[in-house]
């Protein structure tokens, strides 16, 4: 049931993706930038061009990669070394089984006050600027934080 349940997300899914080609094989690298550190993102879930994964969420993703040590409140960047750049954007903060919604503006965010390891999904979207719902690729990316004093 699972796998039927998942090709019928897949396919519903890409049916909204363009056929207009986006630049390379697979989505462009998405990074963490903590004042001159630049952290490479784990890929998540994507469409890019014909080709459509799907992975585990960023807490199983992260599994077996070391946070990188903020401090509370220390500025927290998220960014893509690509052009086009997306058009849309989700950052989404995860703390045990609690799941957070986080505003960003301007791809920054700070760190948690309170001490411990966040996930974040940072999810991003080429959407056609003509044709709603139209989307010419999509990624999203794991990253990790150790909030210490």
Not at 107 to 121: N, R, S
Request: aromatic share 12%; net charge negative; glycine share 10%.
């Amino acid at each position: 049931m699972n796998k039927l349940f998942l090709l019928c997300c897949l396919l519903l899914f890409g049916a909204g993706c363009s056929h207009d080609e986006m630049p390379g094989k697979t989505p462009p690298v998405g990074y963490m930038v903590i004042g001159d550190e630049k952290h490479e993102g784990v890929q998540g879930s994507y469409c890019w061009n014909t080709t459509c994964a799907d992975t585990a969420g960023p807490p199983e993703l992260m599994k077996g990669h070391k946070p990188v040590v903020v401090k509370p409140v220390e500025s927290i960047r998220f960014t893509l070394d690509f052009e086009p750049k997306p058009n849309e954007f989700h950052l989404a903060q995860f703390q045990g089984d609690k799941e957070t919604d986080v505003s960003f503006d301007g791809g920054e965010v700070t760190a948690p006050l309170e001490e411990g390891i966040y996930h974040y999904a940072y999810s991003v979207w080429w959407m056609d600027e003509e044709e709603e719902h139209l989307s010419h690729g999509d990624s999203s990316y794991a990253f990790s934080i150790k909030v210490v004093e």
